[in-house]
């Protein structure tokens, strides 16, 4: 693994983390939005922070496709999983969400789970791919 | 009512994004590492490859159902609930999915993994 690929997964972590961020931040001025109502949702497209969380994602997005030009679909997910943590922490801090001891809990097994992930190689060789690096 | 609705749009959300991840993975894998195609043939090849794929658009387009499905689930429940569930719970689908379609080496290490990530689900869905 290069520093431009390490620096890839990091943009797929930051730009996750904060475009959900923005988009429940934006969701929580629009409101609840009933079944009947589904339309509405394209009305919540106007919301600035909806907005910017759709940018970020665009940004997600990209990093997401290039970090799986280089590396496994089982890979990616895990490597990136520290997202989660960052995304607790915005809404703890930010957000002011209450996040129990037991919530804590949930999302350390789930970094410690997809961390054991992260230890293994990045891609799977198969014949006739476009891409011929492997490895960590 | 509303704690069923948010769990239909997990359920949804989860399907989705596995499979726009799958098509997604299955495209990125056919057209090569973005980085070492800008460099050897500029941008506009790696821009005319990307949108030349019908199977990143199958990608594009589950992603989009699963980002309307977590639209709505977010104007219901806490981020903090519907982010990791909806995050880990693809993990999970994701696995099987890279296993089955794209033949992704998937060994015991990656299960327990699995494993641990559904315990840190629950963990966070019942406290």
Redesign the interface.
């Known amino acids: 693994m290069t520093l431009r690929k390490y620096l890839v997964l990091l943009a797929v972590v930051a730009f996750g983390a904060t475009g959900d961020t923005f988009l429940a931040r934006g969701m929580k001025q629009v409101g609840s939005i009933d079944v009947q109502h589904l339309p509405y949702l394209l009305h919540a497209l106007l919301n600035p922070w909806v907005f910017v969380g759709i940018f970020c994602l665009l940004g997600f997005m990209w990093s997401y496709m290039t970090a799986l030009s280089f590396a496994d679909l089982t890979f990616v997910l895990p490597a990136t999983a520290v997202g989660y943590v960052v995304m607790a922490l915005l809404g703890r801090f930010w957000l002011h969400e209450h996040i129990s001891p037991l919530r804590w809990l949930g999302i350390a097994l789930i970094v410690g789970g997809v961390g054991l992930v992260a230890g293994g190689p990045s891609r799977t060789e198969h014949p006739g791919d476009s891409s011929s690096e492997g490895g960590q | 009512m509303r704690v069923l609705?948010t769990w239909v749009c997990i359920a949804i959300t989860v399907c989705a994004a596995a499979a726009g991840?799958?098509f997604?993975?299955l495209a990125?894998?056919?057209?090569?590492?973005?980085?070492?195609?800008r460099k050897q043939h500029g941008f506009r090849a790696v821009l005319g490859r990307?949108l030349g794929s019908s199977a990143?658009f199958c990608g594009i387009f589950f992603?989009a159902v699963a980002?309307?499905s977590?639209?709505?689930g977010?104007?219901?429940a806490?981020?903090?609930l519907?982010?990791?569930a909806s995050?880990?719970l693809?993990?999970v689908t994701?696995?099987l999915?890279?296993?089955l379609f794209?033949?992704?080496?998937?060994?015991r290490?990656?299960w327990?993994?699995?494993?641990?990530?559904c315990?840190?689900?629950?963990?966070?869905t019942?406290?």
């Open positions: 609705y991840d799958v997604l993975a990125m894998r056919r057209i090569g590492d973005l980085g070492e195609l990307v990143l992603m980002f309307f977590n639209l709505v977010l104007s219901w806490d981020l903090t519907m982010g990791p995050a880990a693809t993990f994701n696995a999915g890279a296993k794209l033949h992704e080496n998937v060994d290490r990656r327990i993994a699995t494993i641990f990530v315990l840190g689900v629950l963990l966070l019942r406290s």
